[in-house]
């Protein structure tokens, strides 16, 4: 995992060993519904879950998860449940997480499976992702699991004074990685963490 700076996360190193530690017994083949495309669950690669959308790759998972640094007294909103294999981590280790999805299909399949998990700290929301969820802002952290080409001013508006927000910016095929903070005045501060490929983020933040 050579992509970012493991230095510029905001986990503790106790919090990143039980991350990890969860992250590694957490079985992404659960997440995959296609019989055929489960046998390479372990395969450290994007993999296709319909609709035009991925999972991804673990390591990546992992990677934007420790960048992002949820606690249990934060509230987190997720762009993008998809499969809700990014969901699961995101709930192990925040207060509460607010997740959209707007494909039907992949939203009922990733409340289910996570229902099934016993988790009970994840809303979900079927609806534009770019418009983010404003009833329950602000937000300690926003994980944006979708690419855009320029930051979203929703998300950047939902987002917490001292809060912290992982998305992918960039141009169709590669992106970079990027933090995103706001500090208790409101400005922001960007940080390019590495090269990434995402799919898009439908609506007005997407590649014209």
């Known amino acids: 995992m050579k992509w970012y700076k493991w230095g510029n996360g905001s986990m503790e190193y106790g919090d990143y060993r039980e991350l990890r530690e969860f992250f590694e017994r957490l079985d992404r083949a659960y997440f995959i519904d296609n019989e055929s495309i489960k046998g390479y669950a372990h395969i450290d690669t994007a993999l296709p879950i319909g609709y035009e959308q991925t999972i991804s790759q673990p390591s990546l998972v992992l990677g934007m998860t420790y960048l992002l640094g ?14 809700g294999y990014q969901t699961a981590l995101l709930a192990q280790f925040a207060g509460e997480v607010y997740t959209v999805e707007r494909v039907k299909e992949l939203a009922e ?12 700290n994840i809303y979900f929301k079927l609806g534009d992702g770019s418009d983010g969820w404003a009833e329950h802002a602000p937000y300690d952290c926003i994980m944006v699991t979708a690419a855009a080409e320029k930051v979203p001013q929703e998300l950047v508006e939902q987002l917490k004074p001292g ?12 992106q970079e990685l990027t933090v995103i903070t706001k500090d208790q005045t409101g400005n922001i501060h960007c940080e390019e963490m590495g090269e990434v490929t995402f799919v898009e983020m439908k609506g007005k933040y997407g590649w014209n």
């Open 163 to 174: 809060g912290r927000m992982v998305i992918p910016l960039g141009s169709k095929g590669l």
């Open 70 to 83: 949820p606690k249990k007294e934060h509230k987190v909103l997720e762009i993008g449940t998809g499969s």
């Open 109 to 120: 399949s990733a409340e289910q499976k996570l229902t099934a998990l016993g988790y009970s």
